[in-house]
């Protein structure tokens, strides 16, 4: 599936993704096109990590379907110094650029059990797709880290997302 020629995203179409988000209920969505194939998430429960001395903030954004793991992970450098409701350049988890960051996959989904119980997850035969251009916007950041974005891939392919976490 190829998608239509248009425009690069406005920030009207960056919030009405957030507003969606929010009437939908679910803290991370994602919605697009990844290797031909359309590509969606809803996340109930990202996965937060952060390195507070060093001002990192990563959010993962997973689903299962099908025996199939899709991925879509977004990575902050300097949080609480970025800006707060204005687009931020997203840039590739391959470049040195500096920026937020964004990594896509999806594979055969592989279930591990550790010993103490907790259900692992991981993949085999993953594709990866790289962003070559997008947007973040940062709608809030306190208690709960509030976010969406827009991302082209090198697959020309393409993302739409949001989220809405709480920061750790």
């Known amino acids: 599936m190829t998608r239509p020629s248009r425009p690069t995203l406005s920030l009207l179409a960056i919030l009405a993704v957030s507003a969606l988000s929010t009437a939908c209920g679910a803290p991370g969505l994602?919605?697009?096109v990844v290797r031909a194939s359309?590509?969606?998430i809803r996340d109930n429960e990202p996965a937060v990590r952060s390195h507070p001395a060093l001002n990192d903030f990563h959010i993962?954004?997973?689903e299962e379907e099908n025996n199939t793991l899709k991925v879509v992970t977004v990575d902050v450098d300097d949080l609480t110094l970025l800006p707060v409701g204005e687009p931020?350049?997203?840039?590739?988890?391959l470049s040195r650029d500096e920026?937020?960051?964004?990594a896509v996959s999806t594979g055969d989904l592989v279930v591990?059990?550790?010993s103490d119980g907790v259900r692992m997850l991981s993949s085999e035969n993953t594709i990866y797709a790289d962003v070559t251009d997008g947007t973040l916007v940062l709608h809030e950041v306190s208690d709960r880290v509030i976010g969406s974005f827009t991302a082209e891939l090198d697959d020309g392919g393409y993302l739409e997302g949001s989220f809405d976490v709480v920061a750790p």
């Not at 931020?88 to 988890?93: M, P, T």
């Not at 920026?99 to 964004?102: A, E, I, Q």
């Open 30 to 32: 994602v919605d697009g």
């Open 99 to 102: 920026g937020p960051t964004m």
């Open 60 to 62: 993962v954004l997973s």
């Open 88 to 93: 931020i350049h997203l840039v590739s988890a």
């Open 112 to 114: 591990t059990m550790r």
């Open 38 to 40: 359309d590509f969606s």
